[in-house]
Nanobody
C-alpha cells in the first residue's frame, strides 16, 4: 500500500520556524520526485517545493525561496521541509506528493508539479499567527 504521511505541523508565531516531514512507503522511492504543496483557506492548492534526489534537482516557488529548504533522506525514505521566517500568509494545509521521474518532462518544475503527481498524503496543518 502506497503511503505518504506528513508530520510536524502546528502553530507558530510569525518569524518562527517549523520542519515538516514526509514519510514514504509502498513504492520505489528512488524512482520518484517528492514535492510539497499547500492549500490556504479559500485558495487553490499550489506546489511550493520539490526534490528529485537522484538527479540533484530542487525547485521552489518564488514565495518561499530563501525561507524554505527541501531535503531528502533516501535511507529513511523521508523528505523534509524546513520552513524559516514564517509569515501569516504561510498558513495552510501542507501536503507531500510523489511523481514518477520517468516522463517526458521534469517533475520538479511548474509544469511537473501541475501534472506529474501520482500519490498524495493527507496533509498537515500549519498555522502562523501574527
Amino acid at each position: 500500500e502506497v503511503q505518504l504521511v506528513e508530520s510536524g505541523g502546528g502553530e507558530v508565531q510569525a518569524g518562527g520556524s517549523l520542519r515538516l516531514s514526509c514519510a514514504a512507503s509502498g513504492f520505489a522511492f528512488d524512482d520518484y520526485a517528492i514535492a510539497w504543496f499547500r492549500q490556504a483557506p479559500g485558495k487553490e492548492r499550489v506546489g511550493i517545493a520539490c526534490i528529485s534526489a537522484q538527479e540533484g534537482i530542487t525547485y521552489y516557488r518564488d514565495s518561499v525561496k530563501g525561507r524554505f529548504t527541501i531535503a531528502s533522506d533516501n535511507a529513511k525514505n523521508t523528505v523534509l521541509l524546513q520552513m524559516n521566517s514564517l509569515e501569516p500568509d504561510d498558513t495552510a494545509n501542507y501536503y507531500c506528493a510523489a511523481g514518477e521521474r520517468v516522463r517526458g518532462f521534469d517533475i520538479c518544475s511548474a509544469y511537473g508539479l501541475q501534472y506529474g503527481m501520482d500519490y498524495w498524503g493527507k496533509g498537515a496543518l500549519v498555522t502562523v499567527s501574527a
